[in-house]
């Protein structure tokens, strides 16, 4: 069956890095296009960033634009988020998504698969 597993969360100070990584399985993960998304306790799920299913292009939300950065590994079935400068803000559950046909690569209806999530904190 279809799995995305996320996994690199955790409490790290302001100013710091954390990698997250989403592990795929049970479908083709070279066609799909990847996304990660947050959610913060009493808001909506919001997009972060995305991938092409090729690794050739990348789109990011304005907030995390030049300290985050999306790549992917086809022959590893899985993509990452490498979080800089991280800020109180950043603090939510990360998901990763799979999408066979994204158009904007933004909305959350685009995707066809999710992760459970991983929960980053990021502490003052």
């Known amino acids: ?3 995305l597993v996320e996994s690199g969360g955790g409490l790290v100070q302001a100013g710091g890095s954390l990698r997250l990584s989403c592990a795929a399985s049970g479908f ?3 066609r799909y296009a990847m996304g990660w998304f947050r959610q913060a306790p009493g808001k909506e799920r919001e997009f972060v960033a995305a991938i092409t ?3 050739g292009g990348t789109v990011y939300a304005d907030s995390v634009k030049g300290r985050f950065t999306i790549s ?3 022959a590893k079935n899985t993509v990452y988020l490498r979080m800089d400068s ?3 803000g950043d603090t939510a559950v990360y998901y990763c998504a799979a999408s066979l046909r994204p158009r904007t ?3 959350l209806d685009e995707y066809d698969y999710w992760g459970q999530g991983t929960q980053v ?3 003052s």
Do not use: A, H, I, W
């Open 53 to 55: 299913f090729s690794g």
């Open 86 to 88: 991280l800020k109180p």
């Open 1 to 3: 069956q279809v799995q």
């Open 72 to 74: 992917r590994d086809n």
């Open 105 to 107: 690569f933004g909305r």
């Open 121 to 123: 904190t990021v502490s």
């Open 28 to 30: 083709t993960f070279s």
